[in-house]
């Protein structure tokens, strides 16, 4: 039986490592797997969790999406090849109020989330359409469909990411590849220890206002409860992934969670946006108050 070809990127931890390993540890060998990585030394964790060997259903490629270069080697490491699956899951997250910001993080992230994806589909389109066939899944976030306090900017990322890929499966669909973005909520990953934030006591905080400083302490400690009481493993996340693989036609996008969906329905019945706003507000922060909040 042929095998089907997959490549994902970001596979040194979190759902890229576990869908990798999950694809390579197939009991059927249906699969062969292009794991790739910005750092290789972070594959032995991948190796790990196969036994400490590399089977022949796996191949570990360094591939770092922000580096034309490094994306040019790894294609023609698979060309010849006939790449099945594209899964683009690397990416990177930015918290905080949006004063701390600096322009090179928020470079970095852009680079990372949205031009690292486009970069990483360029490099492996072509192939797809010469033959009509294959599949993009590109992991997305709730994030990605409304907003989220103290992340602006990673969610004007996961914005574009959506824009871009609605977009684009609309020209794929004569070429019979799918486009499918997984949505995301909160996993017990690394991400958000590996995320960018201030320090609410540090010294980036010290030049802002005493009100914003006490709603960014009080998001903090939102999340630490989202995550203790709501975060799903990244064994829940993967069937997800798994479903958009081996669907005959995946859907544009799928939810992860539904953590946050009655909040998502409410930006599609009141479409202005206000009581989604305040609806969030209260989710996160408690009741809305006339005099706003204080720290």
Known sequence: MERTTVLITGC??????????????????????YATMRDLAKGERLLERLGGCCPDTLEVLQLDVTDPCSLAAAAQRVQGQRLDVLVCNAGVGLMGPLETCSDQAMKTLFDVNLFGAVRTIQAFLPAMKSRRAGRIIVSSSIGGLQGLP?????????????????????????????????ECGPVHTSFLANLQRPDPEGSEMRGLDAETQGLYRRYLGHCQSIFRDAA???????????????????????????????????????????????????FVFGSSETGGDQP
């Not at 996961?158 to 004569?174: H, T, W």
């Not at 992934?241 to 669907?247: H, M, T, V």
């Open 12 to 33: 040194s931890s979190g759902i890229g490592l576990g869908l990798a390993a999950c694809l390579a540890a197939d009991a059927a060998r249906r699969f062969k797997v």
């Open 150 to 182: 103290f992340n602006a900017v990673y969610c004007a990322s996961k914005f574009a990411v959506e824009g871009l890929c609605e977009s684009l499966a609309i020209v794929l669909r004569p070429f019979n590849i799918h486009l499918t973005l997984v």
């Open 232 to 282: 799903q493993e990244v064994e829940e996340v993967l069937p997800v992934f798994l479903e958009a693989i081996g669907s005959p036609c995946p859907p544009l996008r799928c939810a992860s969670t539904q953590l946050l969906a009655p909040l998502w329905r409410l930006r599609l019945s009141s479409p202005d946006g206000s009581e989604y706003v305040r609806a969030m507000h209260d």
